[in-house]
């Protein structure tokens, strides 16, 4: 049963991830994060195959408490891997935990309250601003009181959303925001210490490799259990026909597919790496496994950040947002958990055969 390689907790997927990495013969590095009060918290690296080989990279975790899948797809791929050995010729790359601290706690952002996925700027000018409408939202998104069951959040949001419509949402939203440090979707004001693990060492992990097939493991987007491909190119441009033949035309969402579900975002991870391996073929896709409603997955995220600045912690309304915030990023069904690890091994698959054939 693929519900087996779900970890409770992030110290078990930790565990259980470099225990199948050094039983399928992986060279491992760890990167543990600045002193934490509960446990170590790092971003572990499991490496296969020969420095100069095309490189297939698979992380998890940017956003926390997404990790638990990510994560799970990481252990059936390694537990593959003692079985029957890689695909030749390939070198494999785990990162596993990127938000190290955010799969511990359940949340979506770090120990700064940063979303990892806003925080890769190229340049220290980037960390500042706010999307236009943001401010209009602030009151609605971030109240600055616990959280409450009594509160029309939903009717809210879907008032707003039949205003403005929901792709001029997703961009006001989510695009990342550097003016609300307590606020959802904030980038933070410079690198933070994952980032800079990231930045550091991604020379080490990528080696001599000339062309690159990096997958980015994520939840929370998208029809449950199904699964996109969000590129950070934009359509009509020669490698989105490479994307389409490798993982089929329905999977992938180039960025400026204007009804798509993917919006515009400052400071992502897949541009950071693009830029940093500009000399090599760098092939970057996020990929969104859904999981529910927009409404509701951003209930979640409200709720839960309300109960991190404001709540008590151990108080039932703390609980709840944790629970349901996990439910949002790792639904508890098995059929669900069945269905996303099918699909990350699908898309792990493609990319590495389409390495090989390369
Ligand atoms: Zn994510």
Redesign the pocket.
Same mark, same amino acid.
């Given at each position: 049963m693929s519900t087996q390689y779900f970890s409770a907790s992030y110290a078990e997927a930790r565990r259980r991830f470099l225990e199948a990495a050094n039983a399928a013969g992986a060279r491992v590095q760890s990167y543990p994060l600045p002193a934490q009060s509960t446990g170590t918290l790092a971003i572990d690296v499991a490496i296969l195959g020969a420095d100069d080989a095309p490189a297939l990279v698979v992380s998890s975790g &940017?956003?926390g408490v @997404?990790g638990f899948f990510g994560s799970a797809v990481q252990l059936a791929l390694l537990e593959q891997f003692s079985k029957t050995r890689p695909t030749p010729g390939v070198r494999h790359v785990l990162i596993h935990g990127v938000n190290a601290y955010g799969f511990a706690h359940l949340r979506?952002t770090n120990e700064d309250n940063v979303d990892l996925?806003r925080n890769f700027m190229a340049n220290a000018g980037g960390y500042a601003g706010a999307p236009s409408g943001y401010a209009g939202l602030n009151r609605l998104l971030n109240p600055e009181s616990p959280p409450s069951r009594l509160e029309p959040f939903k009717t809210k949001a879907l008032w707003k959303i039949w205003q403005a419509g929901l792709p001029p949402l997703k961009e006001t939203v989510a695009r990342g925001q550097y003016e609300y440090p307590r606020g959802l979707f904030y980038g933070g004001k410079k690198p933070c210490a994952s980032t800079q693990i990231v930045q550091d060492h991604c020379d080490d992990w990528l080696a001599t490799s000339r062309h690159i097939v990096h997958i980015? &493991?994520?939840?929370? &987007?998208g029809a449950h259990g199904n699964y996109k491909l969000l590129l950070t190119e934009s359509d009509y441009t020669e490698r989105r026909d490479w994307y389409a033949a490798t993982f089929g035309a329905s999977h992938i969402e180039p960025l400026t597919k204007p009804d798509g579900m993917a919006y515009r975002v400052a400071g992502q991870w897949g541009p950071w790496m693009q830029q940093h391996f500009q000399s090599r073929n760098y092939c970057f896709a996020?990929a @969104?496994f859904g999981t529910y409603g927009v409404v509701r997955v951003l209930a979640a995220l409200r709720a839960e950040n309300r109960a991190h600045h404001h709540g008590t912690p151990g108080s039932p309304a703390y609980l709840r947002a944790k629970k349901e915030l996990l439910e949002c990023?790792c639904p508890a069904s098995p059929a669900w958990r069945c269905q996303v690890i099918g699909g990350g091994l699908r898309v792990v698959e493609e990319g590495s055969v389409a390495l090989r054939v390369s």
């Open positions: &940017l956003h @997404e979506r996925n980015d &493991l994520h939840t929370g &987007l996020g @969104e990023f």
